[in-house]
T-cell receptor, first 115, second 114 residues
Framework: DTAVSQTPKYLVTQMGNDKSIKCEQN?????MYWYKQDSKKFLKIMFS???????INETVPNRFSPKSPDKAHLNLHINSLELGDSAVYFC??????????????FGEGSWLTVV | AQSVTQLDSHVSVSEGTPVLLRCNYS??????LFWYVQHPNKGLQLLLK??????LVKGINGFEAEFKKSETSFHLTKPSAHMSDAAEYFC????????????FGKGTRLSVIA
């Protein structure tokens, strides 16, 4: 079974649309994350949730809204998509907050292309 | 602010020869250091991590890394490259002080030539 699974894997959509990416982890972790990987492969954290509460919110436009219905899920909703949102989005999870040095487990990524 | 620098954006080796991927981090508090690998169109997989135990860390697939505080380095090595090692490698740091997110290096693409 996949530990961290995210859907869809590939998404092509037009500018201005609203889309969601879903993420689920079956590892029993209490912290989940969204990372963005740009075209130059650079990875940067967007959000971090611990026990359904937001603990990290980097400088991300308000068009991005994470939703955590329970500890095992962290969905990413994006409003009014822009060309610059095209990237690979990775969901991840860990036991405890990552500052403790716990291993973070990543999903396989969602390739978003905005045309 | 914490940072990590991967000194080479691309490394090319012949199959069967040693691999060295270099990583330096900014010194602040007590770091935890990781190496992740990303194969094409795949997610990130943990190779190994350092969290203040032994300074020489062994990981999966024959990789290892040595934490050198005096040099603020955490270079990744493997004695003999295999074709399947061709991928993107990320050095990552976090600090056990406060609520700090992972900070990724810009990645090193490893090519293995037959």
């Amino acid at each position: 079974d996949t530990a961290v699974s995210q859907t869809p894997k590939y998404l092509v959509t037009q500018m201005g649309n609203d889309k969601s990416i879903k993420c689920e982890q079956n590892l029993g972790h209490d912290t989940m994350y969204w990372y963005k990987q740009d075209s130059k492969k650079f990875l940067k954290i967007m959000f971090s949730y611990n026990n359904k509460e937001l603990i990290i919110n980097e400088t991300v436009p308000n068009r991005f809204s994470p939703k955590s219905p329970d500890k095992a899920h962290l969905n990413l909703h994006i409003n009014s998509l822009e060309l610059g949102d095209s990237a690979v989005y990775f969901c991840a999870s860990s036991r405890g907050r990552d500052s403790t040095g716990n291993t973070i487990y990543f999903g396989e990524g969602s390739w978003l292309t905005v045309v | 602010a914490q940072s990590v620098t991967q000194l080479d954006s691309h490394v090319s080796v012949s199959e069967g020869t040693p691999v060295l991927l270099r990583c330096n981090y900014s010194s602040s508090y007590s770091p935890s250091l990781f190496w992740y690998v990303q194969h094409p169109n795949k997610g990130l997989q943990l190779l190994l991590k350092y969290t203040s135990a032994a300074t020489l860390v062994k990981g999966i697939n024959g990789f290892e890394a040595e934490f050198k505080k005096s040099e603020t380095s955490f270079h990744l090595t493997k004695p003999s490259a295999h074709m399947s090692d061709a991928a993107e490698y990320f050095c990552v740091v976090t600090y056990r002080s406060g609520n700090t997110p992972l900070v990724f290096g810009k990645g090193t693409r490893l090519s293995v030539i037959a």
